[in-house]
């Protein structure tokens, strides 16, 4: 982080870092204690990195509420006398507390209503623009991160498989897995018909992975030398893809992303036996 060696550091100058990275976390009815009040829960990070006084505290807590959209009067109130929507949005008041440089977003949307996620999701966007943060956002929702991210990572059993920036992930993947990750994604135009990829077996277990290329006891396109060795990493374009078939697929269109993506879809499809199916 930063040019930092981050598993490296200790005491005070990991302290130190700490208040730089946040965390939202994954469910607003876990995360926040039920015992305290939203003046506590914001002002206990504010306190153990010893930032200002009590008056000072008390005004950088209602600055971080203000943000998320939440009113100063919530300060002496307690996290069942509020929806998710509003406890998320102290979740995240209280990251944006310690004026962070990168928040981790755990799955930050998939715990809320529906109706809820977008005005969440629109708060990200926008505080990531005001304040210039930048997020690391894990997330199972493909439209979401299309709308959030810069740079998507693709993983499978703990390993980066696909990276790119993502306007380019989204017109011209690369891994299989990646594709069929977008063959499930609906669609809202009845007459746009999708070939569903569906994947065989079960995930393996990550404590356990397979040998060779981790995908390739479920990858319809695996072949010998994918059960042998693991790929390496291809990079083009800031383009990066663990794969043996897509790697040849690059080479063979001699490195233009498009035409290899759309063959990779053809072998897909080729060898996926799941009927047309309109989504």
């Not at 509020?82 to 977003?105: D, H, K, N, T, W």
């Not at 693709?154 to 990276?163: D, F």
Request: charged share 20%.
């Amino acid at each position: 982080f930063d040019g930092l060696e981050v598993l490296a550091m200790r005491g005070a100058s990991m302290r130190a870092l700490r208040r730089r990275m946040q965390i939202v976390f994954q469910d607003p009815y876990g995360s926040l204690n039920p015992r305290l009040c939203v003046r506590a829960i914001l002002e206990e990070g504010l306190i153990i990195h010893r930032q200002g006084n009590a008056d000072t505290r008390l005004k950088r807590i209602c600055w971080a509420l203000d943000r998320t959209g939440m009113s100063s009067a919530s300060l002496q109130r307690y996290p069942h006398e509020f929806s998710g929507g509003q406890r998320q949005r102290i979740a995240i008041a209280r990251a944006l507390v310690l004026e962070p440089e990168l928040l981790v977003l755990d799955e930050p949307l998939s715990a809320l209503d529906v109706s809820i996620q977008a005005q969440v999701v629109n708060l990200l966007v926008e505080l990531r623009e005001q304040l210039g943060l930048t997020y690391l956002f894990i997330s199972h929702d493909l439209s979401v991160v299309e709308y959030v991210a810069d740079e998507v990572a693709v993983m499978y059993l703990g390993r980066i498989v696909e990276r790119a920036p993502s306007a380019q992930l989204y017109s011209a993947p690369l891994h299989p897995y990646t594709l069929a990750l977008f063959s499930a994604v609906p669609s809202i135009h009845p007459q746009q018909r999708r070939r569903r990829i569906v994947l065989p077996g079960d995930v393996p277990s990550p404590s356990r992975p397979p040998p060779g290329c981790r995908f390739h006891p479920r990858c319809p396109l695996a072949e010998s030398v994918c059960g042998e060795v693991d790929p390496p990493a291809v990079t083009l374009e800031d383009r990066l893809v663990h794969c043996h078939v897509a790697a040849r697929e690059i080479a063979q269109s001699a490195g233009n992303l498009a035409t290899a993506s759309a063959r990779m879809a053809e072998l897909l499809a080729v060898t996926n036996k799941t009927p047309t199916e309109s989504v």
